[in-house]
C-alpha cells in the first residue's frame, strides 16, 4: 500500500510538471503587427483608406470614455482628427515588456483570440488652438481574420476634447 501511494503520488507530480498553462504567444514581427504599423503610417499620411479597408464592416470601437461606435461612426471620428490636428505622428515609446524596444505586439491566444496592442506617443499641432500637443496612448486590436473587429483606446482624451471645443467656437 505504501509502495502503490508513493508511485501514484510521484505519477500525479511528474503528469503535473508536464502539464503545459500557455495562454498565449507573442510575435513582435508576423503580418497582424505589421499591419498596425502600416495603419498608424497610414494615420500619419491622413490616409483614410486603408483604416476603410482593414477594419470589419461589422467592428466595434469603444473610446476612451468606455463609449461603443460602429465603423462608419470611428471612420467619421478619424477624419475628425485629420481635420483638427496637423503634423500628427505616432512614434514608438519604447515601453514594450519584452526588451525588443518594439511598441506593438500580437497575441495568439489559447482560446483562439487574436489581439494586436500598441505603446505609442501621439504627437501633432492643433488647427484651432494652435498647440503642439503630445501625449502617450495604448490601442488594443482583436482580429477576425485578416480584418480589426475591435479597437479599443486608452489614454486621457482631453487634448483632443480641447481642439473639438476650440473648433466649434471658431465656427459659431
Known amino acids: 500500500m505504501k509502495n502503490f501511494i508513493i508511485t501514484l503520488l510521484c505519477t500525479t507530480i511528474l ?50 470614455d468606455g463609449e461603443e461606435f460602429n465603423k462608419d461612426e470611428f471612420i467619421t471620428g478619424v477624419e475628425e482628427l485629420f481635420e483638427m490636428f496637423e503634423n500628427v505622428k505616432v512614434k514608438e515609446n519604447n515601453n514594450s515588456t519584452d526588451g525588443s524596444g518594439s511598441a506593438i505586439e500580437t497575441t495568439h491566444y489559447s482560446t483562439g483570440d487574436t489581439w494586436t496592442e500598441i505603446w505609442s506617443d501621439f504627437s501633432a499641432k492643433g488647427k484651432y488652438t494652435g498647440k503642439e500637443v503630445s501625449f502617450p496612448f495604448y490601442i488594443a486590436y482583436k482580429w477576425e481574420g485578416n480584418k480589426i473587429i475591435r479597437e479599443m483606446q486608452y489614454f486621457n482624451p482631453k487634448i483632443f476634447d480641447n481642439e473639438r471645443e476650440a473648433k466649434n467656437m471658431q465656427s459659431k
Open 15 to 64: 503528469f503535473s510538471c508536464n502539464n503545459k498553462k500557455d495562454f498565449g504567444v507573442v510575435n513582435i514581427e508576423d503580418e497582424k503587427t505589421k499591419l498596425v504599423e502600416d495603419l498608424f503610417k497610414a494615420v500619419e499620411k491622413e490616409e483614410i483608406g486603408f483604416l476603410k479597408e482593414l477594419f470589419s464592416k461589422d467592428m466595434v470601437f469603444v473610446n476612451p
